[in-house]
């Protein structure tokens, strides 16, 4: 599986993601590729999964249901939430 962090430029905020994401994926048992990209660089193709600050979600192209969205971007409580949410979904 690949989950891909996702920012307006690719450098600061989705490098923020990234680091989160690991932080939390093995408190919830998930085993995944963890990168960061921008938005203009993203296609669906790229990962299972897209985590992506509310600001920049409504503006993007990849398919909702495989998008994680988040308010709080160094909030590893909130990534560990919507992550744990998102994969417990039937």
Do not use: Q, W
Request: with cysteine; aromatic share 6%.
């Amino acid at each position: 599986m690949k989950i891909m962090a996702v920012c307006g430029h690719g450098i600061g905020s989705s490098f923020m993601m990234e680091m989160n994401i690991k932080k939390v994926l093995p408190k919830i048992g998930i085993e995944a590729e963890v990168e960061h990209t921008d938005l203009a660089s993203v296609n669906e193709n790229d990962a299972d999964v897209f985590v992506m600050g509310k600001d920049i979600a409504e503006s993007s192209s990849l398919p909702k249901e495989k998008v994680v969205v988040v308010t709080n971007i160094i909030s590893a409580t909130e990534f560990e939430e919507k992550l744990t949410a998102y994969f417990n979904r039937t």
